[in-house]
Structure formats: C-alpha cells, structure tokens
Antibody
Framework: QLQLQESGPGLVKPSETLSLTCTVSGGSVTYSSYYWGWIRQPPGKGLEWIGS???????YYNPSLKSRVTISVDTSKNQFSLKLSSVTAADTAIYYC??????????????WGQGTMVTVSS | EIVLTQSPGTLSLSPGERATLSCRASQSLSSSYLAWYQQKPGQAPRLLVY???SRATGIPDRFSGSGSGTDFTLTIGRLEPEDFAVYYCQQYGTSPWTFGQGTKVEIK
C-alpha cells in the first residue's frame, strides 16, 4: 500500500527558505501514470496547490508562488522535495505531499501524506 | 485562474438525511475535470469523486457526483456518523489547479 510521509523543520524564520521532503513507500515515484504534488492549508483555511513534478523532472507550479518555489525529485531515494524561498508569516500552513493521477485527463490527488505543520516566525 | 465557489458554507443535518453540496466554477470546466474531497479534523483530505461523477476506490456508493460545465453537485445519500466533515471541490481542467473554500457538514 502506497504511503507518503512529509519531513522537515516545523519552524522557519522569515525571509529564509522552507524545505520539505516527501518519502514514498510501498511504491515508486517513477510510475508513469502519476505526478507528485505539494498542497498547503493555512490553519483553519482552505487548500492551495503549490506545484507538481513528474519523475522525469518536469514541473508545474502555481503562478502565485512560482517565483519562490522549487520542486525536485530524487528517484534513487524515492523522494520528492519542496523548497519555498523568502517565506513570510503568510506561508504558515500544513504542507501536504500527495500523489496526483496523470491518466485519462484526470489530475486528482488520490493519496495524501498526513501533512506537516510549518510555522514561519522569528 | 478558475475560482470555485462552494455552497452552502455550512450544512446542518441529522444522520440518515440526504446532503446536497454545490460547487460552481467561474468558467466552464472542460470534460468535467472536477474532484471532491472529504477532510476530517486533523486528517489529510481524502479523494471521493473525480471526473465529476466517478467514485474513487473504496468510496461507498452513498457518495455521488454530478454536473457539468460550471455547476457541480456532491450528494451524500444517507448521512452516516462518519460523514460529518468538510468537503472540498477541486478543478483540474485549467492550471493552476484550484480548490473551493469548503462546505462543512455538521450534525444538527
């Protein structure tokens, strides 16, 4: 059974770079039918798609965050990662990694990690 | 960017009742590229429906999706105690993929 697990610092200082890793177990990031994505949720608020990556390295970013976001994949470790630069308090959120279906024109997120809370504060 | 507006914000119902949740898109979604998710407190969202009406693996048949164009509906046939949660719609017809603001289904 495929599982995703986020890891990384829970506290980041303003203006610094937030770095998270998602480890995939029970399956491979190289499956051709899936992208791998990051979604965030500020406390008590809704969901925002940050970006997604294919195992080949092709990336797709939300234009609202594109200038600050880098998503990468490490197939040897079966992981993918998120970097968000120049963070502010507005970036405080639960960050989820998720598998995104990429077949039959379906791009829903079908398997999610449990999420990790990241707080931006000095 | 396509904006999804969900209504109502909160739905107060009793177990056994039928729930009807609405999601309206700011522009027409090609090929019904819409999904619905359920989120319980402290948990990640769970995919319920994709392609507007196709149930995800393991989802009970009391959950059904319908609609096309700009108007979509998630219906929960008879509410079970475990169905009280927040529900989000998501469009994947046009990047950036966007989510609605959510509808909370609470126990009356």
């Amino acid at each position: 059974q495929l599982q995703l697990q986020e890891s990384g610092p829970g506290l980041v200082k303003p203006s610094e770079t937030l770095s998270l890793t998602c480890t995939v177990s029970g399956g491979s990031v190289t499956y051709s039918s899936y992208y791998w994505g990051w979604i965030r949720q500020p406390p008590g608020k809704g969901l925002e798609w940050i970006g997604s990556i294919y195992y080949s390295g092709d990336t797709y970013y939300n234009p609202s965050l594109k200038s600050r976001v880098t998503i990468s994949v490490d197939t040897s470790k079966n992981q993918f990662s998120l970097k968000l630069s120049s963070v502010t308090a507005a970036d405080t959120a639960i960050y989820y990694c998720a598998r995104q279906i990429a077949v039959a024109d379906t791009y829903a997120f079908d398997i999610w990690g449990q999420g990790t809370m990241v707080t931006v504060s000095s | 960017e396509i904006v999804l507006t969900q209504s109502p914000g909160t739905l107060s119902l009793s177990p056994g009742e039928r729930a009807t949740l609405s999601c309206r898109a700011s522009q027409s979604l090609s090929s019904s590229y819409l999904a619905w998710y359920q989120q319980k407190p402290g948990q990640a969202p769970r995919l319920l429906v994709y392609g507007a009406f196709s149930r995800a693996t393991g989802i009970p048949d009391r959950f059904s999706g319908s609609g096309s164009g700009t108007d979509f509906t998630l219906t929960i046939g008879r509410l079970e105690p475990e169905d009280f949660a927040v529900y989000y719609c998501q469009q994947y017809g046009t990047s950036p993929w966007t989510f609605g603001q959510g509808t909370k289904v609470e126990i009356k």
